[in-house]
């Protein structure tokens, strides 16, 4: 069975300060990890995403996360938050080699204090 | 490339009634999935389609069904719809199989009243 644990439901930074998220998976399987984004009213838009390549993975707008196997996390960084940052952010795990589900965790809101 | 379109962007029902909610998927992509938000939570995955049948359920009830059509576009239909139903309904498409990543519509704000 899979699932997703985001550690903090609410996060709050000072603009210009990095960013963490946090989240750590359960997984049977080989799993694929996500980080996707939501702004308020709207869907949702991915980030980034590991698959099996490379465990530091790259996304838009500077953010980054890195895939930990041993710690069974995939938290997601970037070094200096901007206003336009605010949003729900969601960790998301599947099965790298199935693709009827997806699992998301409940979320992470970022809150950038100017 | 054109992304998920979902229809309509609202929609306000009575208890008891029926709803169904359409999705056209992302040019290139063959699965479609549905996914329920209550508000302040995290999707919940309904269903999947691929090949126009059900390709993978989550712990949805019966009167949660669904269809995809050839041009691979799906509907979501919700029969004797409860008060708990009220949530955003987004749809999401992907290529079976390749780990791109889903690509999400804006949804559709369902309020059952």
């Known amino acids: 069975a899979q699932s997703v644990t985001q550690l903090d439901s609410h996060v709050s930074v000072s603009e210009g300060t990095p960013v963490l998220l946090r989240c750590n998976y359960s997984s049977s399987y080989s799993p694929s990890l996500f980080w996707y984004v939501q702004h308020p009213n709207k869907g949702l838009q991915l980030l980034l995403k590991y698959t099996s390549a490379a465990t530091l993975v790259k996304g838009i707008n500077g953010f980054e996360a890195e895939f930990k196997k041993s710690e069974t996390s995939f938290h997601l960084t970037k070094p200096s938050a901007h206003m336009s940052d605010a949003a729900e952010y969601f960790c998301?795990?599947?099965?790298?080699?199935?693709?009827?589900?997806?699992?998301f965790g409940k979320g992470t809101r970022l809150h950038i204090l100017p | 490339e054109t992304g998920v379109t979902q229809s309509p962007t609202h929609l306000i029902k009575t208890r008891g009634q029926q709803v169904t909610l359409r999705c056209s998927s992302q040019?290139?992509?063959?699965?479609v999935s549905w996914y329920q938000q209550a508000l302040g939570q995290g999707p919940q995955f309904i269903f999947q389609?691929?090949?126009?049948?059900?390709?993978g359920r989550g712990n949805f009830p019966p009167r949660f069904s669904g269809l995809q059509f050839p041009n691979y576009s799906s509907e979501l239909n919700v029969n004797a719809l409860e008060l708990d139903d009220s949530a955003l309904y987004l749809c999401a498409s992907s290529f079976y199989l390749l780990k791109g990543g889903y690509t999400f519509g804006s949804g559709t704000r369902l309020t059952v009243v």
């Open positions: 389609y691929y090949r126009e049948e059900e390709n």
């Open positions: 998301v795990v599947s099965d790298r080699y199935r693709d009827d589900k997806i699992i």
């Open positions: 040019s290139g992509h063959n699965t």
